[in-house]
């Protein structure tokens, strides 16, 4: 195993354990990470000897997104079809995930984030402990909740998956397993003994992986401020299932004149923070995941991102990257600046395809999500 190499990649009997190794930048996904997990998902499946896909990460983050640095760099060099290539490659990883025929277990041990929870939501079985964190913070870097985000945050119950993805809110360990984002729960000091059993299971069978998981799992007490309480849920119901962006702060400043809480006045001031054009897709993007498989929520968020990428419709996500990543002033000035500004047919070109780029086509896969055991 090479101490150096970005996914470190551990052999114990038929169970493959992978590390996310890039722990001074939080795991974040660079190029060279997406296309070695490609690779190793692709080997593993024709393996007859390998039986168990472990997924963790290296430090105090399971992984906090895709490497956004490399991603600017590339448009500051005018360069969009490099990044376009990043995304397709990581959408491609996230479906060979979705559609796996033998079970990935990921350790949610700390951050997880944008690119972090692609690599780790769509497979059936999603660890968390006291320490994750977990957020879609796209929209306030002037993006939208991708890697198949409109698929899962689509299914989460009620309209709890618009608040996520549009507010970047963040969840805990606690918070994901009451949602149905993470599958279990345990305290990180059991995750060794775990990990231990799991590599002994010897079997791809997910009824047995489940056993194992249960006899560890925990039912943890959500925090007095989960956004995930009952009468909390209600307002985020009410709320975030207006039609439009503009409907759903409507919705939430009337809720806050009957007696605001901060929930109210920070998920209202999260929504003014974020770009008034990324709000605008990712809405319709969760909306459209509703009802769409996971191989067409990606093609599609791959369509939006070529968009984003090339900035011919808005340019925020250069401007939000360099307001949160590079002079980090926290100040972007989006453009359009007003909600009302962003027009339905500015949203509608997000959804066309890109001139001279082809759509993300998938390979016929064994194991579609129809057939696979329920996820969420
Ligand atoms: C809340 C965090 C997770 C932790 O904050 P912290 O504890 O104060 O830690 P730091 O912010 O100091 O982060 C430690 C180091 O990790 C780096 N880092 C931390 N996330 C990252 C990161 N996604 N990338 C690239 N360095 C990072 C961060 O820049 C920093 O590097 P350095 O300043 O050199 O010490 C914070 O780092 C943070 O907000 N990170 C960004 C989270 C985020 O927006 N994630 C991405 C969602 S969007 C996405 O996944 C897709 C991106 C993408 C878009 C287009 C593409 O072509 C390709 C990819």
């Not at 056993?211 to 009410?238: E, F, G």
Request: glycine residues 8%; proline residues 4%.
């Amino acid at each position: 195993m090479a101490s150096h190499s970005q996914v470190l990649v551990e052999e114990k009997s038929s169970v493959r354990i992978l590390t996310l190794n890039r722990p001074k930048q939080l795991n974040a996904l660079s190029f060279q990470m997406i296309s070695r997990l490609l690779q190793l998902f692709l080997a593993y499946e024709e393996d007859p000897s390998v039986k168990l896909v472990i997924l963790k990460g290296q430090g105090r983050a399971f992984c906090a997104g895709g490497d956004v640095s490399a991603v600017v760099r590339d448009i500051g060099q005018g360069n969009w079809r490099l990044g376009a290539k990043f995304f397709a490659d990581e959408y491609m990883l996230n479906y060979v995930m979705a559609t796996y025929t033998k079970p990935q277990v990921s350790i949610l041990n700390g951050i997880v984030m944008g690119g972090g929870a692609g690599v780790s939501v769509h497979g059936p079985f999603r660890i968390a402990t006291e320490n994750t964190v977990f957020a879609m913070p796209e929209t306030v870097l002037g993006l939208f909740p991708d890697v198949g985000a409109s698929y899962f945050l689509s299914r989460l119950p009620g309209f709890f998956g618009e608040y996520v993805g549009l507010t970047g809110a963040r969840l805990d360990g606690a918070d994901m397993l009451a949602c149905g984002l993470a599958t279990h729960y345990l305290p990180s000091t059991r995750l060794t003994a775990l990990e231990a059993e799991l590599c002994r299971v010897d079997s791809s069978d997910p009824a047995l992986v489940s056993t194992i998981l249960d006899a560890y799992t925990q039912n943890p007490h959500l925090k007095q401020q989960s956004a995930y309480h009952r009468q909390v849920l209600d307002v985020i119901d009410r709320c975030f299932s207006g039609r439009t962006v503009e409907e759903i702060i409507a919705a939430l400043e009337r809720e806050a004149t009957h007696g605001g809480d901060d929930w109210i006045s920070s998920t209202i001031r999260a929504l003014k923070k974020a770009s008034p054009a990324s709000l605008k897709i990712s809405l319709r993007s969760i909306r459209e995941g509703r009802l769409q498989g996971v191989g067409q929520c990606l093609s599609r968020e791959y369509r939006m991102v070529c968009h984003v990428l090339k900035g011919d419709i808005s340019k925020d996500f250069v401007e939000g990257c360099r307001a949160i990543l590079i002079d980090k002033d926290k100040n972007p000035k989006w453009e359009p600046w007003r909600l009302e500004e962003m027009k339905d047919r500015m949203v509608e070109q997000y959804f066309k395809r890109v001139e001279e780029e082809e759509d993300l086509k998938f390979p016929a896969r064994k194991n579609l999500p129809a057939l696979a055991m329920a996820k969420l």
